[in-house]
């Protein structure tokens, strides 16, 4: 039941390592105070810059117009965290620049004029980091960002000034939930100015035991010293959420894989199920997968599963709209299958 | 989904019939006011006639001494209706002679010398009403019956005075619990004079939607009424349940199987499971079956998985007393592989 380390902090615990970058315009006020006009220059001097830039790492990249996309196409691109729930709400003329392979997406007009964004799976912070600074450099090449030499990048919203970095994993914590020491993770991470959300960033609930931590302090630490915090306090937690799965499992062997069966059981033949008690019972097929119990599933079908049954993200892949009702069968259907493909 | 009535109420919503006659030995007290030698000689006696009397339907026939059997063994006779709880619990010298194909049974010094038993899958009371009253007469030859002029036969408590008859069927009945009717119906039966018991007769729970209807007088009717009456007050519970199935399914077909197929997949992968827990699932799929919903389980597969999971079944099967935690773990594993033959 001991795995090393590094392998269980970088693909099974660590589901995802982000970074992104406030940046702003500095001969355009910000979003909220910006005209349409400005706001259309901001989305083409971005668009010109970007488009033409070539980056293996990256890819393609495409260009979406928020005006042109429908409410499922924006819903979808906030399921996989390519744009905030706020840019698929907004009024504003904006748009969002993302990479075929999902690494990468830049927001514009967004809470700033730029939010560049990138997506790594597992713990790889640094690398989300380092191919994050090199779109900034290009975009800083072309476009003057506002800048003030006390406090460094200028944002829309104080708490993104400085650095304008935001950096985050997404942490799967089912053993640290069941234990009921969560709630001290939590503290602790608040008076260490790490933010703890749910899935969906602020305002999200914790669906299926995940987490989103992220640092709140952008200013007064250079974004090494952001990085390295998040990533040392992430492995502390990585690491007591480890050795509590190996002591739950070891304590009642029995009661554990139960769980995590019926849990199965219950995915791989329900007729009927709303994403969020799929989340749940995912979370538990997902420790089962990490303990070794369940060894029939790869953790990529379950990764696909958890994408797919979002209710957009859903809709999107049977090509139409539906109702509540409808999206709870044509999901169990979805999952059945996709377990069955193993 | 409508189907013919009379296959519908012979092999699924009714599980089994039997019939019980209580008989008493002319010159010996009841057994409550017996002594030793008198207990001795009525179960020599009846050892005696019975074990001679050859019938192809019942086949090999098995005298067990209560006396020589272990409580497991006892227990299990008592899960397969083959004997009372009163009888394996008794301080009495007692016996019980049992038809290897355990359509028969007969049990010497319960609280009447005799009571002899015949149990039928499905709806087949007038069978097994033949084949107890053939038994019956083979004893009433060789042993002189307690007999009254104005009662019938004299029994130890009053309740079976008279014919000594008691008919029963067990029925599943989800439908009429799922849709809180089933209170309605046990009243109509207590009117009627009919009881309405759990699967282990009086005083023990309706588990797994399994209810056990019989007779209540057994004074001043025939045989043949008081059968006909059971028949008659079963069949229209059986209507009803059926009419209930088709009903709730087709107002809620998806409802309807996601509620089977989830106790199906919970009961396909369970690590540990109770035997209760275990009826309540195998209800919903005794249900999916019956509706045609699940396929690839054979209702005999289903009623030995029902058996073999009762506590002292369980425990012979594998050979061994267990205790309770052991037990749910050796159950959920009996059961998933029972579930794979399929």
Not at 138 to 150: F, G, H, M
Request: proline content about 3%; hydrophobic content about 35%; glycine content about 4%.
């Amino acid at each position: 039941m001991n795995k090393d380390f590094n392998s269980v902090s970088r693909h099974d615990i660590v589901i995802s390592s982000r970074v992104r970058l406030a940046r702003n315009f500095d001969q355009y006020p910000f979003p909220p105070k910006m005209n349409n006009k400005e706001a259309e220059e901001i989305v083409s001097k971005v668009k010109d810059t970007l488009m033409n830039y070539k980056n293996d790492e990256i890819g393609d990249l495409l260009f979406l117009d928020m005006d042109s996309l429908g409410d499922i196409d924006k819903q979808m691109l906030v399921e996989k965290h390519l744009i905030s729930p706020d840019l698929a709400t907004s009024k504003r003329r904006c748009a969002a620049i993302i990479s075929k392979n999902e690494k990468t997406s830049v927001m514009i007009n967004e809470e700033d004029h730029l939010r560049i964004q990138t997506i790594f799976h597992g713990m790889q912070i640094d690398n989300a980091w380092k191919l994050c600074d090199k779109i900034d450099n290009v975009l800083d090449k072309s476009i003057e960002y506002a800048c003030s030499e006390t406090y460094g990048y200028l944002t829309c919203c104080p708490t993104n000034l400085g650095t304008g970095i935001r950096v985050s994993v997404m942490l799967h914590l089912p053993a640290l939930v069941i234990a009921g020491y969560i709630g001290n993770i939590l503290e602790a991470c608040s008076k260490l100015n790490i933010a703890v959300r749910g899935m969906y960033g602020e305002h999200s609930e914790a669906i299926g035991n995940m987490f989103q931590m992220s640092n709140q302090i952008t200013l007064g630490q250079t974004e090494e010293e952001i990085i390295s915090s998040i990533k040392n306090i992430a492995m502390q937690v990585v690491e007591q959420e480890n050795t509590l799965r190996n002591q739950l499992y070891k304590q009642n062997t029995i009661k554990f894989e139960d769980k995590v069966y019926r849990s199965y059981g219950i995915l791989a033949n329900a007729r009927s199920i709303s994403a969020e008690e799929s989340l749940r019972l995912i979370s538990d097929v997902r420790l089962g997968m990490d303990m070794g119990i369940i060894k029939n599933i790869s953790i990529d079908t379950l990764n696909e599963i958890m994408l797919s049954i979002q209710p957009a993200c859903l809709q999107k892949l049977l090509g139409k709209p539906l109702d509540p009702d409808e999206r709870d069968v044509r999901r169990a259907e979805l999952v059945r299958r996709k377990l069955r493909q193993n």
